[in-house]
């Protein structure tokens, strides 16, 4: 396991600090250069109460120790038998499912996006999330028109994906963003593109709390963001080593 995260365990560990739960989420923890497999779930980087009461502790445990893991691990049962899978980086893949053999395209589709867009969802929220600045806030306002236009347009985005998906924004390299959504667990770097946050709006992220009440969840949810997390991802994104 050669990850940039296992580096980055070395790294600490060799300076005696502890890789502890407090540690900042690093943006490349499943990054451009670092080969995909074996296929690992990251801790979440705060308690799964932090989020309360936007999202509830159970929703966060069963959504990270259940629904992610099983994402992890269906990865691993396909690179069993097709180690190419697991052979190049998470990007390179989900750039190229065309490469992938058919038989086991849609399942790596499904999962590995999966795995793409809650690595990203776990790492762009958190306590204390403070408040968009910077270069990232500078994009908004140039691109989306402000914070609140773009919360309202991102959140009726979200209120109208049919059935399962995400509502994204995304960056280009030149750091453009543009509100997008997807179905099931569709990235988009599939087409191109980065994801700069997404939100999950499958009824698993939200309906223990909510039921229904989808927008309000959309609404919450923006109070869980983690802005330093997001400007970085910003900022690596227009360098070119955003992971997924
Ligand atoms: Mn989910």
């Known amino acids: 396991m050669t990850s940039l995260m296992s580096r980055r365990h070395l790294v600490l560990a060799a300076t005696g600090i502890a890789a502890a739960a407090a540690a900042p989420r ?5 990054g451009t250069m670092a080969p995909a497999g074996p296929f690992k779930l990251d801790p979440l980087g ?6 309360e009461p936007h999202i509830d502790a159970r929703t ?23 180690p190419q ?10 750039a190229s499912l065309n490469d992938v053999p058919e038989a086991i395209r849609t399942g790596v589709r499904n999962n590995m996006g999966g795995h793409a867009n809650h690595t990203m969802f776990w790492q762009i929220m958190g306590p204390n999330g403070g408040k968009a600045e910077g270069d990232v806030l500078a994009a908004i306002d140039r691109d989306l028109g402000g914070l609140e236009k773009m919360q309202a347009a991102f959140n009726a985005a979200g209120g109208r994906v049919f059935g399962s998906g995400w509502v ?9 963003l543009v509100i997008e959504t997807r179905p099931n667990q569709d990235n988009p770097i599939m087409d191109g593109k980065r994801a700069l946050i997404g939100n999950d709006v499958w009824e698993h992220a939200y309906y223990l709390n909510y ?16 802005w330093k997390a997001v400007g970085e991802r910003y900022a690596a994104a227009k360098a070119g080593t955003l992971g997924v």
């Open 85 to 94: 899978i697991a052979a190049k980086p998470i990007p390179e893949v989900l």
């Open 26 to 30: 690093i943006v490349f923890a499943q």
């Open 60 to 82: 966060m445990e069963i959504h990270h120790d259940r629904h992610h893991q099983a994402y992890v691990n269906n990865l691993n049962n396909f690179a069993k038998d097709n």
């Open 168 to 176: 994204f924004v995304t960056v280009s390299k030149e750091g453009k």
């Open 46 to 51: 705060y308690p799964t109460n932090a989020l």
């Open 211 to 226: 039921q229904n009440r989808r927008a309000d969840y959309l609404k919450a949810w923006w109070n869980a963001v983690n």
